[in-house]
């Protein structure tokens, strides 16, 4: 099985995903698909789980 | 038939009149007392939720100068100072969209348009580190 292309992306960008889901969410809408996938981004810490949107 | 007895006459209207008005002025003068207080605190506090916004958007506008500047403690205190905002409900719900939109923009400029084009894609997987996007 081919290995899965990894991202890597900045701790700030993941913040400011974050930060825009929980504001998305607030305003009753539906965060942007892109960056709430930056949002999960799971931490670079071997095989750990992606965290739950803030 | 009075005369010469030194009693006047006094319609028995403007005697039901003048008690009337005995009775009714303190009262219409504390009426107006009270009106008067509930239109200052009411002036009061639109000049306070005023204050509040205005305050409220001079930290925005300092958040979003700081993430904009693009350094790392800046990022993150303008990231925690909108956080903060939000869930202290001094944002006002019609800002969200605000925060929604320039975080997204931020967050999108900081990835990179070529490989947030990839994260789009769902056979990437998006890991949190000190990597080449962002």
Redesign the interface.
């Given at each position: 099985m081919a290995e899965?292309?990894?991202?890597?992306?900045?701790?700030?960008?993941?913040?400011?995903?974050r930060?825009?889901v929980?504001?998305?969410r607030?305003?009753g809408?539906k965060?942007?698909?892109?960056?709430a996938?930056?949002a999960?981004?799971?931490?670079?810490n071997g095989n750990g789980t992606a965290p739950a949107p803030? | 038939m009075y005369e010469g007895q030194g009693v006047s006459m006094i319609p028995t209207w403007i005697s039901v009149v003048g008690v009337v008005m005995t009775v009714l002025s303190p009262l219409l003068a504390l009426g107006g007392v009270f009106l008067g207080s509930y239109l200052t605190r009411k002036s009061d506090r639109e000049l306070d939720t005023w204050r509040h916004r205005e305050e409220t958007m001079r930290m925005v506008r300092w958040a979003v100068e700081q993430?904009l500047a693009g350094d790392?403690a800046g990022?993150?205190a303008g990231?925690v100072t909108?956080?903060s905002l939000?869930r202290s409900e001094l944002l006002q719900?019609e800002d969200?969209?605000l925060?929604?939109a320039l975080?997204?923009s931020?967050?999108?400029d900081?990835?990179g348009p070529a490989?947030?084009a990839?994260?789009?894609d769902a056979?990437?997987?998006?890991?949190?580190?000190?990597?080449?996007?962002?």
């Open positions: 899965k292309k990894t991202i890597r992306v900045s701790r700030q960008a993941v913040e400011l995903a930060l825009h929980e504001a998305a607030r305003a809408r965060p942007e698909p892109g960056v996938r930056i999960g981004a799971r931490p670079d803030a | 993430i790392e990022t993150d990231v909108l956080r939000m719900p969200y969209d925060v929604a975080t997204a931020v967050a999108i900081r990835v490989a947030y990839d994260i789009a056979d990437i997987e998006v890991v949190e580190g000190d990597g080449e996007h962002g």
